[in-house]
């Protein structure tokens, strides 16, 4: 059974459907405060089908982020009591207290780097709006942190992923299998330890 192989196939050929932007924008929009799929599962699939439009497709992934963010910030802000028994009970609490202690020790800088950390840019977004971090050095931290992930991720496939395609194409099976076993492997390695 080629489950990867289809899956793959699938993704690319939608990944040049005239309205993927729309899809793209929408779920880096979602992702910045509440939806647990990052953006990259889109980004990386539209660029590599279409490279001559990587720079559109990181600035829209990253101005679509940021604008979620920012409704990430005002939940926050104006509505962290609604929110905070589903956190308490979810396993995003622990990150979340992370997270918190991270903007006390180094302010609004921690959202620069929020686009390489493990952990959720919405726990970032909602607990800048908690705190009351100032919300221009918030918003422009944002689009430094988030666009420097998005247009590394959208630039590498830019200049490799021709090149890097086929190979993929080739082996798609093995590298969708070795994930789901990697995965598999973390889920039961932290829940025992």
């Given at each position: ?77 104006f ?34 780097v ?27 931290a ?11 991720v959208?630039g ?38």
């Open positions: 059974m080629k489950l990867f192989t289809r899956f793959y196939a699938s993704i690319m050929t939608w990944a040049g459907h005239p309205r993927a932007g729309y899809y793209l924008g929408g779920l880096s929009f979602a992702e910045s405060f509440f939806f647990p799929i990052p953006p990259d599962v889109l980004l990386i699939p539209m660029t590599a089908a279409r490279p001559a439009r990587a720079w559109w497709f990181a600035s829209l992934t990253t101005v679509t982020s940021v604008a979620g963010g920012v409704l990430g910030y005002f939940i926050g802000a509505a962290f009591e609604y929110i905070e028994p589903w956190l308490r009970a979810s396993s995003y609490w622990p990150e979340f207290e992370i997270t918190r202690a991270w903007f006390g020790e180094w302010g609004v800088w921690v959202i620069v929020t686009g390489f950390s493990p952990i959720p840019y919405k726990l970032f977004t909602v607990t800048a709006g908690l705190l009351s971090l100032a919300i221009l050095p918030f918003v422009l944002s689009f430094i942190g988030r666009g420097a992930r998005f247009f590394l959208a590498l496939l830019r200049y490799a992923g021709p090149r890097l395609e086929p190979w993929v194409r080739k082996y798609v099976e093995r590298i969708g299998w070795a994930t789901v076993f990697a995965l598999v492997v973390a889920v039961v390695y932290f829940g025992y330890f």
